[in-house]
């Protein structure tokens, strides 16, 4: 009966909606639990999402949206968050406030749920915690949190490992990070690795292949080198067009630039056109796609022959890491945060992030451009390695499972 089954609350992070039809990496991951919940039918579900028009016609049997009408984005709402948390900015309050979670903490349902599972969002956490009764408690952290940032504390993430029954993480590197913080939350810290649908990236014949290539005006014998990200500069999409604008002399490196910064507004457009002026005289070299939906990412990869993941920042996990090593194809990275952990030098090189950061960056492309073998034979190790993370809906459903 219905009954028997524990009762789950979902907070989601708040900007996109889930399931995931504007895209969002943590969006997609709830997505999959709760999709594979309707095949195993042992929980029911209440995820507090913001409401899209694309949510109207999608309906669970054993999960509730709880929609919240998104007015954040509305003149009104936008002028008045912004005088409420410039205010607290100047008085030290360091919780940012937004009309969705305001939403999200009126709506949530007191003394209900079995479980209640708060996805990468501090502010809303320590908010919701005092409505908190005999649920069992779940932080869910995807990134890094920086004590550099007044909005992103030590005092919030001291907070959640107080109070949370459970801190789930997505990499190793991020749990050793909190245990610096805290060494004696060991056994409530757990490491839950990110996963994808490996069945999503699949092969494409020769012929469609070469049809992309020409799409895109890439040679038979050109090397082609694929960044996909944000374009903002703690994704390093700078530094290695810097890297690629240093290689005059290689004429057959191609770059595919995959994804946009934020969200198609002016400062995007903006963004873009100071990264085309870097590209400066070697403009044949870069291609930008624009925004690429996650269901043909896989096009992007079957004609790439390395990825470059350059972040400048801790990067916790790495999904693009992932999904390129489902693909079979060797990456530069970035020695940040999770990716070795995730990548392993058996799948990629890594280039350090300091004042030769460039040039070293530069030097692994011109040397992964020239060795066909060493592309071969790091794609390969990626490809095994791979195999270790959650590939399906369910492998991932399951990690979480085994965790409630």
């Known amino acids: 009966m219905m009954n028997d089954r524990k009762k789950i609350a979902i907070i989601t992070p708040g900007s996109v909606p889930v399931p995931a039809v504007e895209g969002g990496a943590v969006e997609q991951l709830i997505e999959y639990f709760i999709n594979t919940?309707?095949?195993?039918?042992?929980?029911?579900?209440?995820?507090?999402?913001?409401?899209?028009p694309k949510l109207d016609?999608?309906?669970y049997k054993l999960t509730n949206l709880i929609k919240i009408p998104n007015k954040q984005s509305h003149l009104f709402y936008k002028v008045c968050y912004k005088v409420k948390n410039v205010y607290n900015r100047r008085s030290k309050n360091q919780l940012i406030?937004?009309?969705?979670?305001?939403?999200?903490?009126?709506?949530?349902?007191?003394?209900?749920?079995?479980?209640v599972i708060v996805e990468n969002n501090m502010d809303i956490y320590k908010r919701l915690y005092p409505k908190f009764m005999n649920e069992k408690i779940i932080f869910h952290?995807?990134?890094?949190?920086?004590?550099?940032?007044?909005?992103?504390?030590?005092?919030?993430?001291?907070?959640?490992?107080?109070?949370?029954?459970?801190?789930?993480?997505?990499?190793?590197?991020?749990?050793?990070?909190?245990?610096?913080?805290?060494?004696?939350k060991k056994k409530k810290i757990k490491v839950v690795y990110n996963g994808i649908v490996s069945s999503k990236f699949k092969n494409v014949t020769i012929d469609e292949k070469e049809r992309l290539r020409t799409t895109y005006n890439i040679q038979n014998n050109d090397i082609?080198?694929?960044?996909?990200?944000?374009?903002?500069?703690?994704?390093?999409?700078?530094?290695?067009?810097?890297?690629?604008?240093?290689?005059?002399?290689?004429?057959n490196i191609k770059c595919l630039i995959v994804g946009g910064s934020l969200f198609g507004t002016i400062k995007e457009k903006h963004r873009i056109k100071m990264l085309e002026k870097k590209i400066n005289k070697l403009k044949s070299k870069f291609i930008f796609t624009g925004h690429i939906d996650n269901e043909q990412l896989y096009k992007?990869?079957?004609?790439?022959?390395?990825?470059?993941?350059?972040?400048?920042?801790?990067?916790?996990?790495?999904?693009?890491?992932?999904?390129?090593?489902i693909m079979g194809l060797p990456v530069i990275a970035s020695d940040s945060g999770g990716l070795p952990e995730i990548l392993t030098s058996k799948c990629a090189l890594f280039v350090k992030r300091n004042k030769n950061y460039v040039k070293v960056l530069s030097d692994d492309i011109l040397k992964m451009c020239s060795n066909k073998n060493l592309r071969k034979t790091?794609?390969?190790?990626a490809k095994k390695r791979a195999l270790i993370f959650p590939m399906t809906e369910y492998e991932y459903y399951k990690e979480w499972n085994e965790n409630l």
């Open 37 to 52: 919940n309707e095949l195993t039918q042992k929980y029911c579900i209440d995820v507090y999402t913001v409401d899209n």
């Open 378 to 381: 790091l794609g390969s190790n």
């Open 97 to 115: 406030y937004s009309y969705v979670d305001d939403e999200v903490v009126k709506k949530y349902k007191s003394n209900y749920y079995d479980i």
């Open 300 to 325: 992007i990869y079957s004609i790439s022959d390395c990825v470059v993941i350059p972040t400048q920042i801790e990067e916790a996990f790495g999904v693009v890491a992932l999904e390129s090593m």
């Open 141 to 184: 952290l995807h990134n890094d949190f920086n004590s550099k940032d007044p909005f992103k504390t030590i005092e919030k993430t001291n907070f959640v490992l107080n109070t949370a029954d459970e801190v789930w993480v997505v990499s190793n590197f991020l749990k050793e990070k909190l245990l610096g913080l805290q060494p004696n």
């Open 224 to 251: 082609v080198f694929t960044f996909v990200g944000r374009l903002d500069k703690d994704k390093g999409v700078d530094k290695l067009i810097d890297a690629i604008n240093q290689l005059t002399a290689t004429s």
């Open 57 to 59: 016609n999608i309906n």
